[in-house]
């Protein structure tokens, strides 16, 4: 379970996250809507270990995150997480398969083992036939499932989205949607999305609404 405890932002004097908290259980859809400047990427971030809060906690699997030194959470980060943004950041000169790969490389898992975590998702995102291709020969919409793709190649438990069809059409997007439910389904983790989507947002399984840094529903 991923657990915020009253989580507080301020950039300035400006008060961004009022004391949020959370609960996330494993295998959990959750949509984050709200009017723009809601506060809904910063707390994105501080849930994802990629920001950090003023004061609060952030609870992942019974570890407190907040206390721990950065190295360790370089550890939680690369094991428990991932994260889909809105514009794919995919390297222009590394095939799909490669941009893929990109972040198991970091670690020492067998080459096999990589590569086979690669297809079989390759294989669950409808992109196995794009393996060779640069992101320049691909589809916008194809190029998002090759990030989604590179966020789950380490087995995270949870994986956090911020406005991932953002950019894409209605089409595009629907099929991106389709496919986070097919992979908590197959792959049982958690997604924490940040949307505008309604159809996306209605189907998942609990919509948080931020207002000016709070939980109004
Ligand atoms: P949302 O994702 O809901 O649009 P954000 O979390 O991006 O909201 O931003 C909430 C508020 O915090 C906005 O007013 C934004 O301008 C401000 N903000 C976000 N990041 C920073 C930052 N790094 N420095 C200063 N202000 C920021
Ligand atoms: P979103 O589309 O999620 O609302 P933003 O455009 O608010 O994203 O923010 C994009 C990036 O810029 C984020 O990393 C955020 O932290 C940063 N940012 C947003 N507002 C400000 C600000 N007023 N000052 C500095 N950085 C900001």
């Given at each position: 379970?991923?657990?915020?405890?009253?989580?507080?932002k301020?950039?300035?004097?400006?008060?961004v996250l009022?004391?949020?908290?959370?609960?996330?259980?494993?295998?959990?859809?959750?949509?984050?809507?709200?009017?723009?400047?809601?506060g809904k990427s910063t707390l994105l971030h501080i849930?994802?270990?990629?920001d950090?809060?003023?004061?609060?906690?952030?609870?992942?699997?019974?570890?407190?995150?907040?206390?721990?030194?950065?190295?360790?959470?370089?550890?939680?980060?690369?094991?428990?997480?991932?994260?889909?943004?809105?514009?794919?950041?995919?390297?222009?000169?590394?095939?799909?398969?490669?941009?893929?790969?990109?972040?198991?490389?970091?670690?020492?898992?067998?080459?096999?083992?990589?590569?086979?975590?690669?297809?079989?998702?390759?294989?669950?995102?409808?992109?196995?036939?794009?393996?060779?291709?640069?992101?320049?020969?691909?589809?916008?919409?194809?190029?998002?499932?090759?990030?989604?793709?590179?966020?789950?190649?380490?087995?995270?438990?949870?994986?956090?989205?911020?406005?991932?069809?953002?950019?894409?059409?209605?089409?595009?997007?629907?099929?991106?949607?389709?496919?986070?439910?097919?992979?908590?389904?197959?792959?049982?983790?958690?997604?924490?999305?940040?949307?505008?989507?309604?159809?996306?947002?209605?189907?998942?399984?609990?919509?948080?609404?931020?207002?000016?840094?709070?939980?109004?529903?």
């Amino acid at each position: 379970m991923l657990e915020g405890i009253n989580i507080h932002k301020k950039y300035g004097n400006l008060e961004v996250l009022k004391g949020i908290s959370l609960q996330v259980q494993e295998g959990e859809i959750v949509s984050i809507v709200g009017s723009s400047g809601a506060g809904k990427s910063t707390l994105l971030h501080i849930l994802g270990t990629l920001d950090q809060a003023d004061s609060g906690q952030v609870i992942l699997d019974k570890t407190e995150l907040t206390e721990l030194p950065s190295a360790e959470l370089s550890k939680v980060r690369n094991e428990k997480i991932g994260f889909v943004f809105q514009f794919h950041n995919l390297m222009a000169e590394l095939t799909a398969e490669e941009n893929i790969c990109l972040p198991a490389w970091i670690g020492n898992k067998p080459e096999r083992e990589i590569k086979n975590r690669a297809r079989e998702l390759m294989q669950l995102l409808n992109i196995e036939g794009r393996a060779d291709h640069l992101p320049s020969e691909m589809s916008g919409g194809e190029q998002q499932r090759v990030a989604v793709a590179r966020a789950l190649i380490n087995h995270p438990k949870y994986v956090f989205a911020d406005e991932p069809s953002g950019n894409l059409d209605t089409k595009n997007a629907a099929e991106l949607h389709e496919l986070f439910f097919k992979l908590r389904d197959s792959l049982g983790c958690s997604f924490i999305i940040v949307t505008h989507n309604l159809a996306l947002a209605e189907r998942s399984d609990r919509i948080i609404e931020l207002k000016d840094g709070a939980i109004v529903a």
